[in-house]
């Protein structure tokens, strides 16, 4: 006896019901809401409009606050790595402060103390101001130049006709001399490791 082969029903061929064929050629045109005819002819909306702001006086449980002139002047000198902030009041007896100690404290040579007081001493305001400076970075000495060009700057700010004489002796001058970066592969910023044959 044969056996005889059951088969499967075959799926249809084509699109199935319900399904809508996807459009060719152009794409239909897209219709943003408001375009319409009937849209347009609907009434816009009123938006709000916010209420102009009116000043009220002052009045005198609250009066204005009054800006008071500072009594300093402040400055900034820098050289090699050192940066200082100087303050530079207007009354005062010539004294000199830096990190809140005296001059002659923070600088006990006296070459770095001429050097601090150099552009102080060739004014006529020696024994009138009192100085305050905020010294950070660098070594000894470049901190002394940095603060000598703070307070030739502040004098600057205090009496413009100063200018030329400091001009003239480089004390507004901003050296800008530092040290170069070490390179790779050398010991130094320039300095090679020595040369051999093999």
Known sequence: MTETAIQTPKKPRGRPAGVEARPRGRPRKVVMPGSTPAAKAAPKRIRAVAPAKVEMPISAAHPAKAVTPL???FTVGRRKRAVAKVFFYRDGKGEVEINGKPLEVYFPSELLQ?????ALNQSPFRNSVRVVVKVSGGGIPGQAVAVQH????ALIKLDETLRPI???RGFLTRDSREKERKKPGLKKARKAPQWQKR
Do not use: D, M
């Open 71 to 73: 009594n300093y002047i």
């Open 166 to 168: 400091f001009r003239a």
């Open 114 to 118: 001429q050097t601090v007081l150099a």
């Open 150 to 153: 703070g307070i030739t700057r």
